[in-house]
């Protein structure tokens, strides 16, 4: 890792100080996405810690399950009296099985928050999936923005380098004063330094480029459209509310907590279980083969009915309440926070697009007033001064069109993030995408009997039933932030 991790910083570094000629490679952001899927340390980190959580419906399916122990033991007595010294040894084994048969919901229940808190996680997966693909948009778009800028940095260089030899020649012949010479090298001094900090600021994304996608940029095709950016303010809202994986993940945990609670109310009530053992015991330990002859057989029921615990069930049901309350007041701050990602990201993007025309107006106003200056300079109509103005100025129409692109690209995939619809095959239909699902379904099974699903089935008879943590008109209290942000928000 260390060795790929140097690879990729020489890589990028590389890149970079020979960043005027193309390098040998091309890439697509379909290409940078698809590499990055299968190997940002991130997504690959997230999905191994869905593959650990899909281990706790195994863990909570136990409990249908028999226990099943064996025990062999040994023992040495030394009694010292007056009467005189004994002492004796002895040996036993034995084997047994409990097997519960109704747990008021415990076990029911227990499966339920697990495969509740599975599906959060899965919602969490895609949720740090599209956060990494947003950071490979981002980091692409960076990319493809500061490589324009150095190429307009570098042409304004040219410029003024043609400028000021210009400028030397016709001081040469009395045309212009020393102080146009001197404007001209101002100009150029500053340009050079202009380069100078285009070519740092290349190096950091494509460093940062690097590590999101796993190789250093080649030479990078312009940014493809988007697909399914949405035009209207309400539907993007409408569809953020109902698939961002935040708030999915948010309602998932609800339901857990609110499992747990009624898990956690089932302690009140009585659990039956049945049992068996089988050993045998001798008082003499070298004797151990005579077990067979001294063995006995145990079976029998047992119900169980708690009647006082020192307060502790009603103090893990209250718990178990507090924390369900609290992940119902985490829905509604998830939909307040996809709330405001819309609406900002929207914004943005309408900016965004504002600025671009604006820009694109700019650079071909810029373009011919340049062109004008330039040839009316040489008849004596414009200063030295007002040329180098002018070219000032279309260079920094020229930077603020190339940030409005990547600003606008950014802003479209932020939105994209915020509604949910920015996972890989969103960007990439013929993209090989991982499933979540194919683990749970492999490990759900381990350690089954066939008899499992009629002691579900059992233990949720009679168990207490799960309970909204809050009441239904109490819940969803955003719907006014909603019509608000809506009312207010920008227009294309």
Do not use: C
Request: net charge negative.
């Amino acid at each position: 890792m260390l060795n790929r991790s140097r690879a990729l910083a020489s890589a990028a570094i590389i890149a970079v100080i020979s960043s005027v000629g193309a390098p040998a490679w091309a890439d697509t952001l379909q290409e940078a996405i698809a590499l990055a899927y299968r190997t940002n340390p991130s997504l690959l980190a997230q999905r191994a810690n869905q593959r650990a959580l899909d281990e706790t419906i195994v863990a909570a399916r136990a409990g249908l399950r028999p226990t099943l122990s064996a025990s062999v033991g040994a023992d040495y007595t030394k009694v010292w009296s007056d009467a005189g010294d004994s002492e004796s040894d002895g040996a036993s084994a034995s084997i047994s099985v409990s097997q519960p048969l109704w747990t008021a919901g415990r076990v029911g229940h227990s499966i339920s928050a697990a495969e509740a808190n599975i599906l959060a996680g899965r919602e969490g997966l895609r949720d740090i999936e599209q956060t990494v693909l947003a950071a490979v948009i981002q980091a692409y778009a960076d990319v493809i923005r500061d490589a324009e800028i150095l190429r307009i940095r570098q042409a304004n260089l040219g410029v003024l380098q043609r400028q000021l030899e210009e400028s030397s020649a016709r001081f040469e012949v009395g045309e212009i004063t020393r102080t146009d010479v001197a404007q001209s090298e101002a100009r150029l001094a500053q340009s050079e330094a202009d380069l100078a900090q285009a070519q740092a600021q290349l190096s950091v994304s494509r460093a940062a480029y690097a590590a999101v996608v796993g190789q250093a940029p080649g030479n990078l095709e312009p940014m493809p459209v988007l697909p399914g950016v949405p035009t209207d303010f309400d539907a993007a809202l409408d569809v953020a509310l109902a698939d961002n994986p935040s708030i999915r993940a948010a309602g998932w945990s609800l339901r857990a907590a609110e499992a747990e609670v009624a898990a956690a109310r089932a302690d009140y009530l009585p659990s039956a279980s049945v049992s068996a053992s089988y050993g045998g015991a001798t008082d003499d330990i070298g004797r151990f083969s005579d077990l067979a002859d001294n063995t006995t057989f145990r079976a029998g029921a047992t119900l169980s009915v708690p009647l006082f615990t020192g307060g502790l069930t009603s103090s893990r049901v209250a718990q178990a309440r507090e924390r369900a309350n609290a992940a119902q007041i985490n829905v509604e701050g998830e939909r307040r926070n996809t709330l405001q990602a819309v609406s900002s990201a929207y914004a943005q993007s309408i900016s965004a697009r504002s600025t671009l025309q604006a820009g694109r107006e700019s650079v071909r106003a810029a373009t011919v007033a340049a062109e004008g200056v330039r040839q009316e300079a040489q008849v004596g109509l414009r200063t030295t001064l007002d040329v180098l103005n002018q070219e000032l100025e279309l260079r920094s129409a020229e930077v603020t069109l190339a940030s409005a692109q990547r600003n606008e690209y950014v802003a479209q995939a932020q939105l994209l993030a915020a509604m949910g619809r920015l996972e890989g095959l969103d960007l990439d239909p013929t993209l090989e995408v991982y499933d979540p699902a194919a683990n749970y379904n492999r490990v759900r099974g381990r350690g089954a009997l066939p008899w499992d699903g009629v002691l579900e089935t059992l233990d949720r008879v009679a168990a207490p039933p799960v309970m909204p943590a809050v009441d239904a008109e109490d819940a969803p209290i955003d719907q006014q932030l909603k019509s608000e942000v809506i009312q207010t928000a920008p227009r294309r």
